[in-house]
């Protein structure tokens, strides 16, 4: 295939705090002024954590657009031809497109309604859907010769994992996707850590495939991959769980959960339950429901409620926070050195906690909303099997990085359990806790 020029991938640029200068081509340059990417301007990457680290208000638009640059060098390292190119470029650009307000908390807001639906199932069915979208990507355009939009689809589809090319699919979606690789040098420099820094440009450098068409590192880049993948855990433990943010999401879906069936929220009398439930004959009312759905919509159709909802949503936007009355880290026996009292912690239901802060709440005598039960359990990505590959070209051999890792740590995850309260009621609280379950350690 002959080499396009660089006229084709850098028709507009933009600038970016990481990578300098982003080319665009013709074609992108119409995805990303699409309604639905710019919705996208309008959804934080990273939720809540903004009352904690104050600068973490980049959005998913920018880290769109830093994972199609991403992509593209993987791309080019891979020396895929135009076609292929192209496609990988669309995929990462599109890949969150799905997102709901604030982010990865909204996939809980679909569990709470029973659907299947999250922002990867909902990313494919926009793209699949929305008319301007699929134009674009077939190339119906004066300036654009090729159809991409069959390639994308299919890269873009969580149930596919079989693809036809699963090297582009690897490249989008895996342990060493451009999504992974931007977003956590892009979030650390916005919350201002450092804990997300690693030598993305050796990682960048050393990618290659193997004889099966897998996406993999090769021996050389080995060692700047355990930086990379410390900076996952680290990030898990200090950013994306910090206890702060674990409270802020907490009362946002609580005001969601008491407002679901909430019939004063919409003109229409429906409910937000079922304004998200999708179905076939609803397509197109949920399409046009769900792209004026972000971070700031929902706060205001929240606010709509006279019930506890408008209660939490005006306290988070005063940063009057509920607080710890119990953190109790379930990981080991340091905090509950019991392991049946442990064990009923880990095993807890979400009935169950809901269940338990109503107790609470009522032997508080503190309104049902002001006392939250969340269990969080924080996965330890430096030591998740089959999940990067590394590539021996000598003895054409795949590894998995977990078996040629140094660390030895094996464990799975990091389980905490908290009840929040208000400040004035953390001591009741506590020993309320204490009281309804038997936990002896506090």
Excluded at 27 to 33: A, K, S, T
Excluded at 334 to 340: F, L, M, Q, S, Y
Excluded at 376 to 396: F, G, Q
Excluded at 414 to 430: D, G, M
Aim: with cysteine.
């Amino acid at each position: 295939m002959i080499k396009k020029p660089d006229s084709h991938w850098r028709y507009k640029v933009i600038r970016d705090p990481l990578y300098g200068f982003i080319g665009l081509t013709r074609r992108e340059v119409e995805l990303i002024n699409s309604e639905w990417f710019i919705r996208l301007l309008r959804i934080k990457q990273l939720s809540h954590t903004f009352l904690v680290y104050p600068g973490a208000m980049h959005t998913r638009y920018e880290h769109s657009l830093g994972a199609l640059y991403v992509a593209d060098r993987m791309a080019t390292q891979l020396e895929l031809d135009n076609h292929e190119r192209e496609i990988v470029r669309a995929a990462a650009l599109l890949h969150d497109l799905g997102q709901g307000p604030f982010s990865h908390l909204f996939d809980e807001v679909f569990s709470l309604v029973r659907s299947k639906h999250d922002h990867e199932h909902l990313t494919k069915f926009i793209v699949e859907n929305e008319e301007s979208i699929k134009n674009t990507l077939e190339g119906k355009r004066s300036y654009q010769e090729n159809d991409i939009y069959k390639d994308v689809l299919e890269i873009l589809d969580p149930e596919k994992r079989l693809h036809k090319n699963i090297l582009l699919a690897d490249i989008i979606s895996g342990g060493l996707d451009c999504d992974k690789l931007d977003y956590l040098r892009r979030d650390s420099y916005h919350a201002g850590v450092a804990y997300g820094i690693f030598d993305i440009e050796r990682v960048l450098n050393t990618i290659t495939k193997n004889s099966k068409n897998r996406l993999c590192i090769s021996m050389k880049g080995k060692d700047a991959l355990e930086s990379y993948r410390l900076g996952r855990y680290l990030m898990h433990l200090q950013v994306y769980h910090h206890h702060t943010r674990e409270i802020a999401d907490s009362m946002f879906l609580k005001a969601v959960k008491s407002a679901l069936n909430d019939e004063k929220l919409f003109d229409d009398h429906r409910t937000l339950a079922e304004k998200l439930t999708l179905n076939k004959t609803s397509i197109r009312e949920f399409l046009n429901f769900y792209k004026e759905l972000d971070d700031y919509s929902i706060y205001s159709i929240l606010k709509k409620s006279s019930g506890p909802s408008k209660r939490l949503i005006d306290m988070l936007e005063k940063r009057k926070l509920l607080k710890r009355a119990v953190a109790l880290d379930l990981t080991s026996g340091r905090d509950v050195p019991d392991a049946t009292e442990r064990k009923m912690l880990v095993d807890m239901s979400e009935e169950e906690m809901d269940e338990l802060s109503e107790k609470i709440a009522k032997k508080i005598q503190d309104p049902t909303e002001y006392v939250i039960v969340r269990r969080s359990e924080i996965s330890i990505k430096l030591y998740e099997e089959y999940e990067i590959l590394v590539y021996d070209e000598e003895k054409n051999e795949t590894y998995d990085l977990y078996e040629l890792s140094p660390f030895g740590i094996r464990k799975e995850s990091i389980v905490r359990f908290y009840v929040f309260s208000r400040p004035e009621k953390r001591n009741e609280a506590r020993k309320a806790f204490k009281e309804i379950t038997g936990v002896k350690a506090l």
